[in-house]
């Protein structure tokens, strides 16, 4: 089945500590994202990335960090220096068609609590 | 900029009742326009889209059609089922490089047997 996978589903962490969330597609999708969700609020745009080893900030980038080493590999981290961490963290993938961004497609979602 | 505007919800409605969820967009020429659907606990699932000035989007019993001159594209379902009940975002993206996704703030919408 083809499909984007976001693990673990529930991530609790302490204050202060880093903590990396997955997310994999075997879409073979060129383009990659990560959102969040807070309750009862629409998504907002963490990181992007068009290509491997390429990636762009999004709207509320600041204390998250990715990185882009393989095609169907995301993964997101959030740092000790996001002031509000706990929230729903969403993957997203689509196909880049003539330089232009496709349809979005996304994962189930880690919700991560900061205790 | 780009923007998306929502009816606020919770909209309640009964079993086979008809449902509307109005959804309106700014945007710099025309936008691809979405609607996705998000069940508790889930991530997002899109649900349907167009691509141009009068198509219209349909899946699972619910469609929207893309109006340019009211730039909208309200969802729409003739009759609705408790499973149904869930969040629907509306969303656009411009066709121009580096094109990103724009969201509604979502509407909750919750069906009652």
């Known amino acids: 089945d083809g499909g984007i996978t976001q693990s673990p589903k529930y991530l609790f962490r302490k204050e202060g500590q880093n903590v990396t969330l997955s997310c994999e597609q075997n879409l073979n999708h060129d383009a990659m994202y990560w959102y969040r969700q807070d309750p009862g609020q629409g998504l907002r745009l963490i990181y992007y990335?068009?290509?491997?080893?390429?990636?762009q900030k999004g709207d509320i980038a600041e204390g998250y960090s990715v990185s882009r080493e393989k095609k169907e590999s995301f993964p997101l981290t959030v740092t000790s220096a996001q002031k509000n961490p706990t929230a729903f963290y969403l993957c997203?993938?689509?196909?880049?068609?003539?330089?232009?961004?496709?349809?979005?497609?996304f994962g189930p979602g880690t919700r991560l609590t900061v205790l | 900029g780009n923007s998306v505007t929502q009816m606020e919800g919770p909209v309640t409605l009964s079993e086979e009742a008809f449902l509307t969820i109005n959804c309106t967009y700014t945007?710099?020429?025309?936008?691809?326009l979405f609607w996705y659907v998000q069940y508790p606990g889930e991530g997002l699932q899109l649900l349907l889209k167009?691509?141009?000035?009068?198509d219209k989007g349909s899946n699972k019993g619910f469609e929207a059609t893309y109006r340019k001159e009211t730039t909208s594209f309200h969802l729409e379902k003739g009759s609705v089922q408790v499973s149904d009940s869930a969040v629907y975002f509306c969303a656009l993206t411009p066709k121009a490089a580096g094109n990103k996704l724009t969201f509604g703030g979502g509407t909750r919408v919750l069906v009652k047997p």
């Open positions: 997203a993938s689509s196909r880049v068609d003539r330089g232009f961004l496709d349809t979005q497609y």
């Open positions: 167009a691509t141009k000035a009068d």
């Open positions: 945007a710099t020429g025309y936008p691809s």
């Open positions: 990335s068009q290509i491997v080893n390429d990636f």
